[in-house]
């Protein structure tokens, strides 16, 4: 049996966007144990009067409000504010499943090494593994901590536990990529400091997805992302070699030019804040790749 979560372990960051209902039926699973971990909360925002209807329901949950919709990079602010070794993230329609936040917390403590976690989401009312879990379960990496679950190459950014000292150190999530793979450059770093990524299948996540989502969108963000992601961190035949695979492969998505015209006006940045990972790490990359 997992030992009680302690209140001073981990801090749970919420990031909402105008989803009032969708966040307050979050808070009330979250609040569904014996002692209710510290909550923050990270407002993007929102018009719909959901910080508001928060603090009405939820007077003692922390919320921050941000003068504008910053995206994935909101959670920044919900780490800084923060005080424990240990940060969980959930979006507004997500939310830990009870004796999972202690799960994750004590492999943390036991392997120092251990910088994120992520854990099985399941969806909906039915429960279906999501996707990326079941990716993820099938690892090619080798597991050198003996982890119950399996060593991987990354993290999902709205379901997982990170520590915290780490995430400050690469400086967070990018403001610029807004949504979609936030957490493919931060992976590539934590590799790179010679961190661990673990998904554990018994650390359990619902995910009731908003209806409220413009996929389309969604879609442009991630290949932009995607784009951005590969000219950031990989050297340039491999990066050259992932970006010619996403364009394959979203030659039929609408308004493709106007996105890669997108990721183009980019380039002056991420020429400027281009850091090639080293070879240990590509390699770890091109095994994952190829495995998928």
């Known amino acids: 049996m997992n030992r009680p979560l302690s209140k001073d372990t981990v801090s749970v960051i919420v990031l909402t966007y105008n989803r009032k209902q969708e966040l307050l039926r979050t808070l009330g699973n979250l609040h569904r144990r014996e002692v209710p971990p510290p909550i923050i909360v990270v407002d993007n925002a929102s018009m719909d009067g959901s910080a508001e209807a928060l603090t009405e329901a939820y007077p003692e949950v922390k919320v921050i409000r941000l003068p504008r919709n910053m995206g994935a990079a909101g959670r920044n602010a919900g780490v800084a504010a923060a005080q424990t070794p240990y940060v969980a993230f959930c979006d507004d329609d997500v939310w830990w499943a009870p004796g999972s936040l202690a799960r994750a917390a004590e492999l943390m403590d036991s392997h120092p090494r251990l910088v994120a976690i992520t854990g099985r989401v399941l969806v909906g009312p039915e429960e279906f593994e999501d996707p990326t879990s079941t990716q993820m379960a099938v690892s090619p990496l080798e597991n050198e901590l003996g982890l119950p679950g ?100 979203a030659r039929d998505e609408r308004r493709l030019l106007g996105t890669l015209t997108e990721a183009l006006l980019g380039v002056p940045w991420v020429l400027r804040e281009r850091r090639v990972i080293p070879a240990r790490v590509e390699e770890v990359m091109r095994r994952v790749s190829e495995a998928y």
Not at 195 to 220: E, G, K, L, N, T
Not at 236 to 246: D, G, K, V
């Open 150 to 249: 399996m060593t991987v190459m990354g993290f999902l950014a709205g379901a997982c536990m990170l520590r915290r000292s780490a995430f400050l150190a690469v400086g967070g999530y990018h403001p610029r990529f807004f949504l979609g793979i936030e957490e493919g450059v931060m992976s590539m770093d934590f590799m790179s400091m010679g961190w661990i990524m673990a998904y554990i299948p018994d650390v359990v996540i619902h995910h009731h997805p908003s209806s409220q989502r413009d996929s389309s969108a969604r879609r442009r963000l991630i290949l932009r992302n995607a784009l951005w992601c590969a000219w950031l961190r990989r050297p340039a035949l491999s990066a050259l070699r992932e970006s010619m695979r996403l364009l394959r492969e």
